[in-house]
T-cell receptor, first 111, second 114 residues
Framework: GEDVEQSLFLSVREGDSSVINCTYT??????LYWYKQEPGAGLQLLTY?????DMKQDQRLTVLLNKKDKHLSLRIADTQTGDSAIYFC???????????FGTGTRLTVIP | NAGVMQNPRHLVRRRGQEARLRCSPM?????VYWYRQLPEEGLKFMVY????????ESGMPKERFSAEFPKEGPSILRIQQVVRGDSAAYFC????????????FGAGTRLSVL
């Protein structure tokens, strides 16, 4: 089965940039997603990237995809305390209906 | 435009009871997915349904679990004779048809089995 890995924890100071990393094993991934989960809440779709792209920017968020290394990252510029949450990387394989999720990275923003 | 609605938000059951979790997809969405999240883990796919059809149930436990998405009404995930190991957050997602398959998630139902 597909393997999606993320580091478990990340702490940054308010105002700094955060970079959350994700690696995956399936070379037939078509779309890759970043979701945010706040305590006790559901998953909020932040952004996604198609596998033939290498970068996507959306306001404070920048997604970088290195397809050769199967590495995805999410950069949050000017991180705020409201960004504290768990961030999940997910990927969709060609022909699959479901998403495969990483274990999530818990981002803590220190004021 | 309401998002994906799940209820109840919290459900407590004793071992051996039945749990019924409901999910109403976003307006205009005809595809529903159920995922389970165990504590400190990511989400694991359970089942994918379209109206009146189960399309993919490869992630569903073979016993005690069933899902439906009737022509009218919400999708239901049913767990019979619950055990403590069923305690988890159950998330529903919905999508429109299309290659991008953007899945939008509900707030989840947190099931606790005593």
């Amino acid at each position: 089965g597909e393997d999606v890995e993320q580091s478990l924890f990340l702490s940054v100071r308010e105002g700094d940039s955060s970079v959350i990393n994700c690696t995956y094993t399936d070379s037939s991934s078509t779309y890759l997603y970043w979701y945010k989960q706040e305590p006790g809440a559901g998953l909020q779709l932040l952004t996604y990237i198609f596998s033939n792209m290498d970068m996507k920017q959306d306001q404070r968020l920048t997604v970088l995809l290195n397809k050769k290394d199967k590495h995805l990252s999410l950069r949050i510029a000017d991180t705020q305390t409201g960004d504290s949450a768990i961030y999940f990387c997910a990927e969709k394989e060609t022909g699959a209906n479901n998403l495969f999720f990483g274990t999530g990275t818990r981002l803590t923003v220190i004021p | 435009n309401a998002g994906v609605m799940q209820n109840p938000r919290h459900l407590v059951r004793r071992r051996g009871q039945e749990a019924r979790l409901r999910c109403s997809p976003m307006k205009g969405h005809s595809h529903v997915y159920w995922y389970r999240q165990l504590p400190e883990e990511g989400l694991k796919f359970m089942v994918y349904l379209q109206k009146e059809n189960i399309i993919d149930e490869s992630g569903m436990p073979k016993e005690r679990f069933s899902a439906e998405f009737p022509k009218e009404g919400p999708s239901i995930l049913r767990i019979q004779q619950v055990v403590r190991g069923d305690s988890a957050a159950y998330f529903c997602a919905s999508s429109k048809t299309g290659v991008e398959n953007i899945q939008y998630f509900g707030a989840g139902t947190r099931l606790s089995v005593l």
